[in-house]
């Protein structure tokens, strides 16, 4: 897979606009509630990472006067800039982010627009690690169910979480957080499940979480172009209970992986209580195929940008761009061959995830792809019943 194909450039435009559509109309309901902060993250199937893409309105654009103290205190932050960016080489080094950070360092002759769509691609391109966060409590539960449930009816509808201010440490950039997860109308029996963020490097002169995170978001009065952003209680206390809905990639029933998830804050219990039963929830519940569609078209878009490799097979040219639309674990072709009527199925290549997540076809075939080869017999099976179903043989 080519680098560029890593990530859809434009989807952060997507969502927000999808997102402040919905505020829009949020505002026509009584029983909204002004002050809706939600924030919406996206699971890149390539990196299986999440990027936080949340853009407060007024931050679609710089100034002059910005752009410039933003660029001295990137000079001045030499240790927390190469930190920013060794962060990125933790999946997989990816053109387009590499020209963007070439971009904000030699900056001289940049115009604050051209400035700002840097500084925007590697705020939305920064890699969150899928086990950290509400994103990775969520997808790691998933996975968790998925696995117990034999892929049935594994899917969450939403959770519950709450922010223990109070048992957040000094190292710690966020409090650690307290999840209820919920599916139909029952209550996970797992209560409690919760996460403590306990890492050195995290803490507050991280320059993605306490510069360019409160600068998109534009946390109020709390964004100085000078300084990071270090995180107090007071910050926390206006986001303290959380409504986590995740949105997945397969609509029908209880299957699918997960695509997104939105995170919404409130202050107060009640306040969350009384969101949960209002029309504007269930506005943004019907939004959210729409969404997935926003998503699904942006991957699309890139997609059908890759030059085309290997021009006699146009599934796998497919194939290879496949894991920036879907989370899969492994994509087999196969080829039914008929001799004196009897059908065979013959494995002809495969994909799989590797180490770190990578996506590659296992070479050569049969001899060192161990873990295709356990689902061969079970498959080929499979295969040769479905076959016969569909094509009923002409001789019968
Ligand atoms: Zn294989």
């Known amino acids: 897979m080519r680098e560029e194909q890593k990530l859809y450039p434009q989807l952060i435009y997507r969502i927000n606009n999808a997102l402040s559509e919905l505020k829009t109309e949020f505002k026509k309901h009584s029983d909204f509630n002004d002050n809706l902060f939600i ?23 710089l100034i002059k006067k910005l752009m410039s103290e933003i660029q001295s205190k990137i000079k001045n932050s030499k240790n927390e800039w190469n930190q920013f960016k060794e962060e990125f080489k933790k999946t997989e080094e990816v053109k387009s982010v590499a020209d963007a950070i070439h971009s904000i360092e030699n900056s001289e002759n940049l115009k604050p627009e051209e400035y700002h769509s840097a500084l925007l691609f590697l705020y939305q391109s920064y890699p969150i690690n899928n086990k950290e966060y509400f994103d990775g409590i969520i997808y790691q539960n998933l996975i968790i169910r998925a696995k117990k449930s034999d892929g049935k009816n594994h899917r969450i509808d939403y959770a519950e979480g709450e922010l223990l201010i109070e048992k957040r440490e000094h190292n710690e950039l966020y409090p650690p957080v307290d999840i209820v997860f919920y599916y139909g109308k029952r209550k996970e029996p797992k209560k409690a499940l919760s996460q403590v963020i306990n890492n050195t490097k995290d803490s507050n002169n991280n320059f993605h979480k306490n510069y360019l995170l409160p600068f998109f978001g534009k946390y109020e009065n709390t964004f100085d172009p000078k300084t990071f952003l270090v995180l107090k209680p007071e910050h926390f206390s206006k986001f303290r209970f959380l409504y986590i809905i995740p949105f997945y990639d397969a609509l029908y029933g209880q299957y699918g992986n997960i695509c997104g998830i939105l995170t919404i804050f409130f202050s107060e219990t009640e306040k969350r209580k009384s969101f949960i039963k209002s029309k504007a929830k269930e506005k943004l519940i019907a939004r959210l195929p729409s969404y997935v569609e926003e998503i699904k078209r942006a991957a699309l878009f890139e997609i059908l940008q890759q030059p085309i490799e290997d021009s006699t097979d146009f599934l796998k040219n497919y194939i290879k761009c496949l894991p920036m639309l879907q989370d899969w674990e492994r994509v087999m072709v196969w080829e039914i061959k008929k001799e004196k009527r009897i059908s065979e199925a013959e494995l002809i290549y495969c994909y799989k995830r590797y180490k770190h997540d990578r996506w590659d076809e296992c070479a050569p075939v ?20 479905t076959e016969k179903k569909l094509i009923p043989s002409q001789n019968n």
């Open 366 to 385: 049969y001899s060192k792809c161990k873990k295709c080869k356990a689902h061969f017999d079970k498959l080929k099976d499979k295969i040769i019943k």
């Open 39 to 61: 924030a919406p993250s996206v699971l890149n199937p390539y990196s299986r990472t999440f990027n936080w893409l949340l853009v407060a309105e007024g931050r679609w654009k």
